[in-house]
């Protein structure tokens, strides 16, 4: 099972006066305190209190530290096995002094399998179960190497939360291996474990 966070994380967004000042500063005009003043305040407020969060919350705190990975030797029919296993839905490719070198995912996969970017893991099995020719068997005699996205982008445990945000903007991707100072893997964050950390409750 997949460490997720730390027992003893327990920030969230909570917005202060130098958040609302911020935002009213922000909205030009005169500002009339009416519920729809108000909501616009507290829109910017929030975006305003989620940034300055997001810049002072590290990897480390947030980051899945358990993290499940491959060799660039592993068959794909055993990459399959320990993506369905573990419930995910990419994983990083590591070499033998477990230094990440590439990530797979079932995006390379569908890619591998020459699969329409539209279409799902699932769209592929149901197509394989109406056609004798799979695509499927297209891959079967790979290895993680042949098909993982290589290299790996990766992220050190000491950077901020905003610096993940915008790599995963920036590279579109969907996750990230993380490294200490001396280059060991770590960790793994997602953006889904951004969306479940406690950054996204809010006090007001």
Same mark, same amino acid.
């Given at each position: 099972?997949?460490?997720?966070?730390?027992?003893?994380?327990?920030?969230?967004?909570?917005i202060?006066?130098? =958040?609302?000042?911020?935002?009213?500063?922000?909205?030009?005009?005169?500002?009339?305190?009416?519920?729809?003043?108000? %909501?616009e305040? +507290?829109?910017?407020? +929030? %975006?305003?209190?989620?940034?300055?969060?997001?810049?002072?919350?590290?990897? %480390?705190?947030?980051?899945?530290?358990?993290?499940?990975?491959?060799?660039?030797?592993?068959p794909?029919?055993?990459?399959?096995?320990?993506?369905?296993?573990?419930?995910?839905?990419?994983?990083?490719?590591?070499? =033998?002094? $477990?230094?990440?070198?590439?990530?797979?995912?079932?995006?390379?996969?569908?890619?591998?399998?020459?699969?329409?970017?539209?279409?799902?893991?699932?769209? &592929?099995?149901?197509?394989?179960? %109406?056609?004798?020719?799979?695509?499927?068997?297209?891959?079967?005699?790979?290895?993680?190497?042949?098909?993982?996205?290589?290299?790996?982008?990766?992220?050190?445990?000491?950077?901020?939360?905003?610096?993940? &945000?915008?790599?995963?903007?920036?590279?579109?991707?969907?996750?990230i291996?993380?490294?200490? &100072?001396?280059?060991?893997?770590?960790?793994?964050?997602t953006? $889904? =474990?951004?969306?479940?950390s406690?950054?996204?409750?809010?006090?007001?």
């Amino acid at each position: 099972m997949t460490d997720r966070h730390s027992d003893k994380m327990s920030f969230c967004v909570t917005i202060n006066d130098e =958040d609302v000042y911020e935002a009213m500063k922000s909205i030009s005009g005169y500002l009339d305190i009416t519920s729809r003043d108000f %909501k616009e305040v +507290y829109q910017v407020a +929030y %975006k305003h209190a989620l940034n300055r969060v997001t810049q002072s919350v590290v990897i %480390k705190e947030v980051m899945t530290t358990d993290v499940v990975t491959v060799t660039a030797d592993t068959p794909i029919t055993e990459v399959s096995d320990r993506l369905s296993e573990h419930a995910i839905s990419g994983m990083p490719v590591v070499d =033998d002094s $477990g230094k990440p070198v590439g990530v797979i995912s079932e995006k390379d996969l569908l890619s591998r399998m020459g699969a329409d970017h539209t279409l799902t893991f699932m769209s &592929v099995v149901s197509l394989c179960l %109406k056609h004798k020719c799979c695509k499927i068997m297209k891959i079967a005699n790979l290895t993680a190497k042949n098909i993982m996205t290589t290299p790996a982008v990766c992220i050190n445990e000491n950077a901020s939360i905003h610096e993940a &945000v915008s790599v995963f903007k920036t590279k579109k991707i969907n996750r990230i291996p993380v490294l200490s &100072v001396d280059g060991r893997l770590v960790g793994i964050i997602t953006r $889904g =474990d951004i969306l479940r950390s406690p950054l996204f409750q809010i006090n007001v």
